[in-house]
């Protein structure tokens, strides 16, 4: 094959996260620096088109990121989605070899804001890769992202429509805008710095649930009141919605560390590295709420 190197390479591409930091980048660097690592290439034709080399990465098939991370100086590992943890650390393990052994100068990973000893189910495999990505001998920056304000949507549910929204005990939490969040990721890949460090990215401001169904409410014009339901009901609530069971518990983990502090920490991190004020919730939600399904 033909050389065609990418000095920037990132991985999940169509994801939400991941087409978004593709964007950004593309707002302020060349076409021909980027490179995408996707399971499905054909669902990145867009990109190929506008000059982004689309190559076929899985990371449940290493072979297939050496030729994805080719010629790579920098790459985003987007965390996968995979529910359990020792499967979830496999596949970001494949991808820190692949890039270990095609010469990747800086890597950069998107963790989690919770860590050790958090009651969130999902934190293990999240901290299991970046003890792995301290032990490899590559560059790396671990970036603590935020809970995405995008994902209100799907908490606040029918509640807009029956003016009560039921969800578990929670507490502040540093919600973030997934294009402000793109936007930091996308600077600090084409900076290059910040190796060896760890960096929270979050929002400009902590709410709870009752903040932000005060805020639906305002955006709505009709009352929505928070009440506070135990996990058990709440559990069954998804499962009744076909939420699968494994997922489902990680929700409800999720309002467990919401609700010991763990996700409450703002950092101007983010603000700095986009040199701007970060959206906020009242600022995001309405167009959120606009395009949700009735």
Do not use: C
Not at 120 to 140: I, K, M, N, Q, R
Not at 154 to 167: D, H
Not at 220 to 237: K, N, S, T
Not at 239 to 268: C, H
């Amino acid at each position: 094959m033909a050389s065609d190197d990418r000095k920037i390479v990132v991985t999940g591409a169509t994801g939400g996260l991941g087409s978004n930091v593709v964007e950004q980048l593309l707002r302020i660097t060349p076409a021909s620096e980027l490179g995408v690592s996707i399971r499905r290439p054909e669902a990145a034709q867009r990109l190929a088109t506008r000059g982004v080399r689309v190559r076929h990465g899985d990371f449940d098939k290493p072979k297939t990121l050496d030729e994805a991370f080719d010629g790579a100086e920098r790459l985003l590992v987007i965390s996968t989605r995979t529910v359990d943890n020792h499967a979830r650390f496999v596949q970001h393990r494949n991808a820190i070899d692949a890039a270990r052994r095609r010469g990747v100068r800086h890597i950069y990973y998107t963790s989690i804001v919770q860590r050790a000893g958090s009651v969130f189910d999902l934190a293990p495999g999240h901290l299991d890769t970046e003890a792995y990505l301290a032990e490899s001998g590559v560059a790396h920056t671990i970036l603590r992202n935020g809970h995405y304000v995008e994902n209100l949507p799907m908490f606040l549910g029918a509640s807009v429509a029956t003016g009560e929204l039921a969800l578990p005990a929670d507490g502040l939490t540093a919600w973030v805008a997934r294009a402000d969040l793109a936007e930091g990721i996308a600077r600090l890949m084409l900076d290059g710095g910040h190796a060896g460090e760890t960096l929270l990215l979050t929002g400009p401001e902590a709410l709870d649930f009752q903040a932000i169904a005060e805020i639906a409410s305002a955006i709505v014009g009709r009352r929505m009141a928070r009440r506070v339901i135990d996990d058990r009901a709440y559990l069954d609530l998804l499962i009744e919605r076909g939420v699968p069971k494994s997922i489902a518990r990680s929700l409800v983990s999720g309002f467990a560390s919401r609700a010991k502090g763990e996700l409450a920490q703002v950092d101007p991190t983010l603000k700095e590295i986009v040199g701007r004020p970060l959206r906020t919730v009242a600022e995001v939600l309405p167009s959120l709420l606009a395009a949700a399904p009735a």
